[in-house]
């Protein structure tokens, strides 16, 4: 696995949403302060398998709500 970082993910979701990476807080809400709806996340966890980290199953997605959950999801259990 590819080493990860919060950054890392922050300028994933700065690059797909069109935002700079300090718009992008790890305490940013992923709907609510970042707009990201069901296609711009289908397009984010795309390009996070693409640069080699794999998924968490959906049931540890589904409580994502923030910059900072998702990073954590993204970890290794």
Request: proline fraction near 4%; glycine fraction near 10%; include cysteine.
């Amino acid at each position: 696995m590819t080493c990860f970082h919060p950054d890392d993910l922050r300028q994933l979701i700065a690059a797909q949403l069109g935002l700079t990476v300090a718009e992008v807080g790890v305490q940013a809400r992923l709907v609510e302060d970042l707009g990201i709806d069901s296609l711009a996340m289908h397009a984010l966890l795309l390009d996070i398998e693409e640069a080699g980290i794999g998924l968490p199953d959906a049931g540890r997605l589904q409580a994502v709500d923030t910059v900072g959950a998702l990073y954590a999801a993204l970890q290794p259990a």
